[in-house]
């Protein structure tokens, strides 16, 4: 499945936005499956500029809708090649012209929606937001709200961004910066910054964090202006590997989660010992579930 976004679209008013769900045949052919626009579409939201899919969920982004707040739409497979308006996120801090959607990536019950020019820590600075969707009630809450390092106007922080699981990379093309954020343990909805990453060679003004993606731990940024040995911008592309996790869960840090590390947490039970994964001051089932999620075994 392939979703395209078409935010200058005209369909319920000057550049409210669309996308389109494609679909491969048999004979390698791919097909236009559907085409959706907002439930509550108007002219300027640019509905579409951030899409995302990940099976039968996918995230699209319309950074100027509702009075240019901005928010995101998720729609869900509920039938055989049939999508369906589930539910929209917005963010009760959102600046206007934030442009918060104007990024998106999806992943299970994990989203990732950079705002490049919202002012949290100056103009146009940029903020990303992880949200978690809770599936007993289907409520999409926001996890953590990140800045970028050493912030200052311009930096654009958001505008790219990708989540793999529980990692996330996010770029900045205006500071030629990226950063990358890990949920530790896997399921606590804890986030915090790994590392924060720059172009190898020391290049500025590359745009380096214009786009960005990863996967199974290695990160990938995209630096269009990047110029070569002869001072000709012809863009350039790092590689990254990101930090190893550490895992609050493997509670006597033998490297894997499993009986004894639960032995560690029953006794503990009831206390605010080192066993209370989620920091909330007491051993309890919340600590209990985060271990069992993060179960290695062995």
């Known amino acids: 499945m392939i979703l395209a976004g078409a935010s200058n679209n005209d369909d319920a008013g000057s550049n409210s936005g669309s996308a389109y ?10 097909t236009q499956l559907v085409k959706v ?27 100027y ?30 600046d206007s012209f934030g442009e918060f959607g104007f990024s998106v990536s999806i992943q299970g019950d994990r989203l990732l929606v950079g705002a490049p020019s919202d002012t949290e820590a100056g103009t146009q600075s940029g903020v990303a937001y992880v949200f978690t969707r809770t599936p007993a009630t289907n409520v999409w ?24 699981g529980a990692t996330g990379v996010v770029g900045a093309r205006g500071a030629s910066i990226g950063m990358v954020i890990r949920e530790e343990p896997a399921g ?42 002869s001072a000709v911008q012809t863009g350039a592309a790092y590689l990254f590997d990101a930090p190893v996790a550490t895992n609050p869960a493997d509670l006597n840090g033998d490297g894997v989660v499993n009986g004894a590390d639960l032995a560690i947490l029953l006794t503990q039970w009831g206390t605010n010992g080192p066993a209370d994964i989620n920091n909330d001051g007491v051993v309890n089932g919340a600590d209990l579930a985060i271990l069992l999620t993060n179960w290695t075994g062995s």
């Open 37 to 63: 626009t907002a439930p509550d579409a108007a002219g300027g939201d640019e509905f579409g500029f951030g899409v995302s899919i990940d099976g039968d969920i996918a995230a699209i982004g319309a950074p």
């Open 141 to 164: 809450s926001q996890s953590a709200l990140f800045t970028p390092p050493a912030p200052f106007s311009g930096m654009f922080f958001g505008e790219s961004v990708m989540i793999d």
């Open 65 to 94: 809708s509702g009075g240019f707040f901005g928010s995101v739409y998720i729609y869900r497979q509920t039938a055989p090649n049939v999508w369906t308006f589930d539910t929209e996120i917005t963010s009760v801090d959102a």
């Open 188 to 229: 606590s909805g804890m986030w915090t910054v790994v590392e924060d990453i720059q172009a190898s060679d020391g290049q500025a003004g590359t745009s380096f964090g214009d786009s960005v993606a990863i996967s199974n731990g290695t990160a990938i940024v995209g630096a269009p202006l990047a110029q070569n040995n």
């Open 21 to 30: 769900f494609f679909v491969e045949s048999a004979t390698d052919d791919w």
